[in-house]
Nanobody, 113 residues
């Protein structure tokens, strides 16, 4: 099982980024997929989750209305569209495949002017 994130970078407050996570080595469509993040000196926290069976989505209150999680099972990919970014969104963002307890290596998102 392998997960590879991409799409992070430096963005100004109010800007947008789209993160991608490509899975391999497992049947992608069989797993709930999530995004977590970890800021310096803080614990890893839940950001968003998307179910495989019916596409239900769940968000942390801190990102609700600004972030959108989606998935394309044909491409083995889960996305996180992040809009109206704030400095407090700065963190390493990780992809997580719940069925296998597998994490990606993370991608850095920095929101700063």
């Amino acid at each position: 099982v392998q997960l590879v994130e991409s799409g992070g970078g430096l963005v100004q407050p109010g800007g947008s980024l789209r993160l991608s996570c490509v899975g391999s080595g497992f049947t992608f469509s069989s797993s709930i997929m999530s995004w977590y993040r970890q800021a310096p000196g803080k614990e890893r926290e839940f950001v968003a989750r998307i179910h495989n069976a019916d596409g239900r989505t769940y968000y942390a209150n801190s990102v609700k209305g600004r972030f959108t999680i989606s998935r394309d099972d044909a491409k083995n990919t889960v996305y996180l569209q992040m809009n109206s970014l704030k400095p407090e969104d700065t963190a390493v963002y990780y992809c997580y495949a719940a069925l296998f307890g597998a994490w990606g290596q993370g991608t850095q998102v920095t929101v700063s002017s």
